[in-house]
């Protein structure tokens, strides 16, 4: 059984920055898609940033250019660094591990807990 397990989020203001941190249990993301998906209350969760197991990655229109997904040499870790925060960033951010990152999790085998991120003055 794979254990994802994030880390980072918090509150900031509008226009700050924070770095998101997905560990796993082994080296997952060197086998699978390691995936940042975000869900806001109400609304369905979304992708955000994924990074496939050769490290080619893929963003959601709304993230890119202010989004970047990376992960450690030993691939246990996963990041999502975010810059340009908006109020509407604020979600519960998941981390998802599987073959393919689907538009809303599907594909995703294992996901962690998810982390807050608010974005608030």
């Known amino acids: 059984q794979v254990q994802l397990v994030e880390s980072g989020g918090g509150l900031v203001q509008p226009g700050g920055s924070l770095r998101l941190s997905c560990a796993a249990s082994?080296?997952?993301?060197?086998?699978?898609?390691g995936a940042w998906y975000r869900q806001a209350p109400g609304k369905q969760r979304e992708l955000v940033a994924a990074?496939?197991?050769?490290?080619?990655?893929k963003y959601a229109d709304s993230m890119k250019g202010r989004f970047t997904i990376s992960r450690d040499n030993a691939k246990i870790t996963v990041y999502l660094q975010m810059n340009s925060l908006k109020p509407e960033d604020t979600a519960v951010y998941y981390c998802?591990?599987?073959?393919?990152?689907?538009?809303?999790?599907?594909?995703?085998?294992?996901w962690g807990k998810g982390t807050l991120v608010t974005v608030s003055s």
């Open positions: 998802g591990t599987g073959v393919v990152a689907g538009p809303n999790g599907n594909g995703m085998k294992y």
């Open positions: 082994g080296s997952i993301f060197g086998i699978y898609t």
């Open positions: 990074i496939t197991s050769d490290g080619s990655t």
